[in-house]
């Protein structure tokens, strides 16, 4: 084994363990930076250099790697993902702070730099005291018990990641068409986060929470009020949006609506898109809807909608299984290396998941998930 490679090797043992004490975070590492040493050339060229990426991951040598098919280190692989702690259809893994500790040390061993708080409020739920909340929706809302928020902004300071807020899906005032109750509470709910949060050096951008396949309930007018107020109070952080498909996955199409074609995604896209593209900075449009076979084209549809409308295009790569009867579990791991090799074709600047903690984390409550992390750790050339 040569010294360089003993050397990246402890470089991620320490990251793990240690996060902000290496002095320098992933989300620094940017295309047209120059790597210092060894250990910060091997996150160079995970993120950045498919060719080298694939040379990287040959290096490590791993027992199943006898039995593998496809070469190592192929697709895009994942820098950032989203985290669910209000949750609504997965179970709540019911973690503290020294919980959330090791799973950002997680984080950041496999190369992730971002990480998006789904949701600052959902229903009822908020991830801190919100005075705001407690005053408009009253009774509506649970008091809280931990200050998530404060606690995700903390961790992200100190593993150096780049923090995207999610704000209030009321869940009910844009279904029903009341956009503007949503945008007025959402003005305020922002105002209150920035004002208590922005300080923190994590803080890069805005995820507006808001989830749709197409125009419904007033989704346009939602987004580009929020979305623009959200970057005029901040000083312009960027603003992230997680639409998804309209396929043959989603609920909708199971009990009996149709799915959408390619081109009445780019036709219905166009439309929203025209209308936000002032409020709206990066799109990454969810996989999990369509088939497998038809992925591709939709992702390259989404890049082209990006750049018609100056738009960043990130995908949002599922990490649980729509596939099963039970929802919801860790994805296969074929199914998952399948999507970040599609990708990786079609041109996606970057991928996150939703969401690494549940799903793909050791540390998760499903024993699939820890196993998927090595399988993705030793397929890049990743020490476990």
Request: charged residues 25%; hydrophobic residues 35%.
């Amino acid at each position: 084994m040569s010294q360089q490679n003993n050397s990246r090797r402890e470089f991620m043992k320490k990251a793990a363990l240690a996060g902000a004490a290496i002095g320098i975070g992933t989300s620094f590492l940017s295309a047209t930076d120059k790597p210092s040493s060894p250990d910060m050339e091997f996150l160079y060229n995970l993120q950045h250099d498919a060719q080298k990426r694939k040379q990287q991951a040959e290096l490590n040598h791993f027992k199943d790697d006898k039995y593998l098919i496809i070469p190592k280190g192929e697709g895009l692989p994942l820098t950032g993902t989203f985290i669910d702690e209000i949750t609504w259809d997965i179970p709540s893994q019911n973690w503290g702070v020294e919980a959330w500790d090791r799973d950002f040390a997680a984080m950041k061993h496999v190369g992730i730099d971002t990480v998006v708080m789904i949701r600052g409020a959902f229903g009822r739920y908020m991830t801190f005291h919100s005075d705001v909340l407690m005053k408009h929706e009253g009774n509506y809302m649970y008091e809280p018990v931990q200050n998530l928020l404060g606690m995700f902004l903390d961790l992200a300071d100190k593993y150096s990641m780049k923090f995207y807020c999610g704000i209030f899906d009321t869940g009910r005032y844009w279904l029903s068409g009341d956009y503007k109750k949503e945008v007025e509470i959402n003005k305020l709910f922002i105002d209150e986060i920035w004002a208590k949060y922005g300080h923190h050096k994590s803080f890069y951008g805005w995820y507006l929470s808001q989830e749709v396949s197409r125009r419904v309930g007033g989704i346009i007018e939602s987004f580009a009020e929020i979305g623009l107020h959200a970057k005029e109070i901040s000083g312009n952080k960027p603003c992230l949006i997680s639409p998804f498909i309209h396929g043959v996955k989603t609920d909708e199409v199971m009990n009996g609506d149709k799915s959408t074609t390619v081109e009445q995604h780019i036709k219905d896209w166009t439309e929203i898109l025209s209308a936000i593209k002032n409020s709206v900075d990066i799109m990454a449009f969810q996989d999990g809807q369509v088939d497998y076979y038809e992925l591709k084209d939709y992702l390259i549809a989404n890049r082209e909608l990006a750049s018609k409308f100056n738009m960043h295009c990130w995908t949002n790569v599922e990490s649980f299984d729509r596939d099963m009867p039970i929802r919801f579990l860790p994805i296969r791991w074929d199914k998952l290396i399948r999507k970040l090799k599609y990708s990786q074709d079609a041109g996606m600047e970057k991928a996150i998941t939703f969401e690494f903690s549940h799903f793909m984390s050791p540390n998760s409550a499903y024993t699939q998930a820890g196993n998927l992390y090595k399988l993705y750790c030793e397929y890049y050339g990743i020490k476990v």
